[in-house]
């Protein structure tokens, strides 16, 4: 449904927050899931995208266990019918009512079973994120592999992103592997088209 006039005037006023996603912030995540709490729970993988702060978001997490079905269990290679830990998260600005994403995570349940704080969503926002979650378990994430496609929207997702008519979404499907080569989160992220920029740096061996 097209906006209001009074909509789009107060869109002018307060503008959203893009949201600028470099392939350099998995290093970033990871040097912080050592550091002390206080310098964890400063700030967040959103803050560091966004240029918020803290008291500038508002922050949702929702976990219930899932049975794996085949495609998840195949990509974590284990048997379907596996119990998964699945997270959903929102983030939103305070002044707007749009997330930034709308994000689903799955952990193997047996994998993180040992620190139950990690099955625990009241414990949300995790200061240091999932790296650090699994670093409590003994999991060192060894590399991230990030796959993005594009389409236009369900409509579910134009209504929960507030989509403008014919913005497309980035569908952002991330896998981490541990130390031992083992798939330890998949998560699946849907960006909106219209405040995300997306920035991969490469860095290449000299000659």
Same mark, same amino acid.
């Given at each position: 449904m097209?906006?209001?006039?009074?909509? %789009?005037?107060d869109?002018? @006023?307060?503008p959203?927050?893009?949201?600028?996603r470099?392939?350099?912030?998995?290093?970033?995540?990871?040097?912080?899931?050592?550091r002390?709490?206080?310098?964890r729970?400063?700030?967040?993988?959103?803050?560091?995208?966004?240029?918020?702060?803290?008291?500038?978001?508002?922050?949702?997490?929702k976990y219930?266990?899932?049975?794996?079905?085949?495609?998840l269990?195949?990509?974590?290679?284990?048997p379907?019918?596996?119990?998964?830990l699945?997270?959903?998260?929102r983030?939103?600005?305070? #002044?707007?009512?749009?997330?930034f994403?709308?994000?689903?995570?799955?952990?193997?349940?047996?994998? %993180?079973?040992?620190?139950?704080?990690?099955l625990?969503? +009241?414990?949300?926002?995790?200061?240091?994120?999932?790296?650090?979650q699994l670093? #409590?378990?003994?999991?060192?994430?060894?590399?991230i592999e990030?796959?993005?496609?594009?389409?236009?929207?369900?409509?579910?997702?134009? @209504?929960?992103l507030?989509?403008?008519?014919?913005?497309?979404? %980035?569908l952002?499907?991330?896998t +981490?592997?541990? %130390?031992h080569?083992?798939?330890?989160?998949?998560s699946?992220?849907?960006l909106p088209?219209?405040?995300?920029?997306l920035?991969?740096t490469t860095p290449?061996?000299?000659?």
């Open positions: 097209p906006k209001a006039y009074e909509e %789009i005037e869109d002018l @006023r307060h959203r927050p893009r949201a600028v470099d392939n350099a912030r998995h290093q970033w995540e990871k040097d912080r899931a050592r002390p709490l206080r310098t729970a400063g700030t967040g993988a959103t803050e560091h995208e966004t240029g918020l702060h803290r008291d500038d978001l508002v922050f949702y997490a219930r266990t899932i049975e794996a079905p085949k495609a269990a195949d990509a974590f290679g284990v379907a019918g596996t119990l998964l699945e997270r959903t998260y983030t939103r600005c305070a #002044t707007g009512t749009a997330p994403s709308l994000v689903t995570s799955y952990l193997v349940h047996d994998m %993180i079973a040992a620190n139950p704080d990690v625990d969503d +009241s414990k949300e926002p995790w200061p240091g994120g999932t790296q650090h670093s #409590t378990v003994g999991i060192e994430v060894d590399r990030e796959r993005f496609t594009a389409r236009p929207p369900t409509p579910q997702e134009a @209504r929960e507030e989509l403008p008519p014919g913005t497309a979404v %980035i952002l499907r991330k +981490s592997y541990d %130390i080569d083992r798939v330890v989160d998949i699946h992220v849907t088209g219209d405040r995300t920029e920035v991969f290449l061996e000299r000659w």
